[in-house]
């Protein structure tokens, strides 16, 4: 069992792939056939390009405030590639890459991040719950679902994702308690990307690693390099198998690093190491997997560009569609959080309106 040969307790790290793509243990290889592979590493370029296009469109005032993923995406990539259609995902805010890996069209995502909420209605088919802005709500969500999952003795998991600062919140403790306690089929990732905001992850916990909290949940828990995709493939691998044979969650700490801000309102320079983050950039998991598909002899660098061209195009013709409908009714904004508006609020709509506001 990989929870035991990496036991958090002696704080071991499972990696398949090495920052320069190179394979560590040939025995932990997971056989994934071409097609997925390359999917996998599509799914991370696209989020990587959408992405950094978001960025842009945000910072030449077109797009509302956006959380991005950039490091992340094999943290996301590698969890949602072991997942079959019928399990579900519940996401925090910072999953894109996954979210398009399960079927989510970037359309939504576009919109849900340009301030209209129907980019959190995902197609029921798809499986996943809306984005989730309060911190670590979504652990005992997917608590219910997995819950839901055993009385109905249904073949399925719920994967939720949580954030190194989420594990400090109550309802992480809360969902993952529960989880373990009434033996649910349930995955909980902690995507340990170094910092909530400007709270660096040495300040968050005293634990050695995220992974050990699963000790005192009497479940397994194992730290994965969560740049690498196929060490997070295999860890989920795994904790998908024992929780659909009834030996109940997984606690999976991807260890990460966001290279971007937390969100556009933020300046990362003012409070991280930039010896650190350069050290970061040299394990970007793009970089690793696109080495290992070439090595492969799956991937080129021309098809690099090729793709970001692509990729970029598309993000470019999706985002001004958004903005040719997804404008949402001022009123809208208003009229649905109070039965009489407070004068200071009443002013707002007003000033809205004469700015322009629809
Ligand atoms: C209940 C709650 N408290 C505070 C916030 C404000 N807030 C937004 S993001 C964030 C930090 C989250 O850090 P982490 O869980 O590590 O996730 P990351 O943003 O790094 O993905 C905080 C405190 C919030 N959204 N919800």
């Known amino acids: 069992m990989l929870t035991t040969k990496f036991d958090p307790l002696k704080d071991k790290m499972l990696q398949v792939l090495d920052p320069k793509g190179k394979v560590v243990d040939a025995k932990l290889e997971p056989k994934i056939d071409d097609e997925t592979l390359i999917k996998m590493y599509e799914t991370m370029l696209l989020g990587r390009t959408a992405d950094t296009k978001a960025l842009q469109y945000q910072r030449q005032g077109r797009m509302l405030t956006y959380a991005p993923i950039k490091g992340q995406e094999a943290a996301q990539v590698g969890v949602a590639a072991a997942l079959g259609k019928e399990d579900w995902f519940v996401p925090a805010f910072r999953e894109m890459a996954a979210l398009l890996y399960k079927g989510a069209p970037l359309k939504q995502l576009y919109l849900y991040w340009y301030g209209n909420e129907e980019g959190n ?42 954030g190194d600062g989420g594990t400090s919140h109550g309802e992480f403790h809360e969902g993952v308690n529960f989880g373990a306690v009434f ?152 009229d649905y959080q109070y039965e009489t508006l407070p004068p200071h609020i009443e002013e707002q709509r007003q000033r809205a309106k004469e700015r322009g506001g629809k």
């Open 183 to 334: 033996n649910l089929p349930m995955i909980t990732v902690i995507q340990n990307n170094q910092f909530a905001i400007s709270t660096p992850r040495s300040v968050q916990s005293k634990a050695k690693n995220l992974a050990t909290k699963a000790v005192g949940y009497g479940i397994p828990g194992i730290v994965v390099d969560g740049n690498d995709p196929l060490a997070m493939y295999i860890a989920t691998v795994e904790a998908r198998e024992r929780a659909l044979k009834g030996d109940g969650p997984t606690l999976i700490e991807a260890v990460t690093y966001r290279l971007g801000p937390h969100t556009t309102s933020d300046d990362p320079t003012i409070y991280r190491d930039e010896k650190d983050f350069k050290d970061a950039e040299t394990k970007d998991p793009l970089i690793r997997f696109k080495q290992y598909l070439i090595d492969k002899k799956l991937w080129s660098d021309e098809k690099d560009e090729e793709k970001i061209k692509e990729f970029t195009d598309y993000s470019n013709k999706i985002f001004k569609e958004v903005e040719e409908t997804g404008l949402v009714d001022l009123d809208d904004v208003f």
């Open 121 to 162: 209605h995902f197609d029921p088919d798809l499986k996943i719950l809306p984005i989730s802005v309060p911190i670590a709500s979504q652990i005992n969500h997917a608590a219910g679902i997995a819950y839901a999952s055993k009385i109905q003795k249904k073949e399925e998991v719920t994967v939720a994702y949580v």
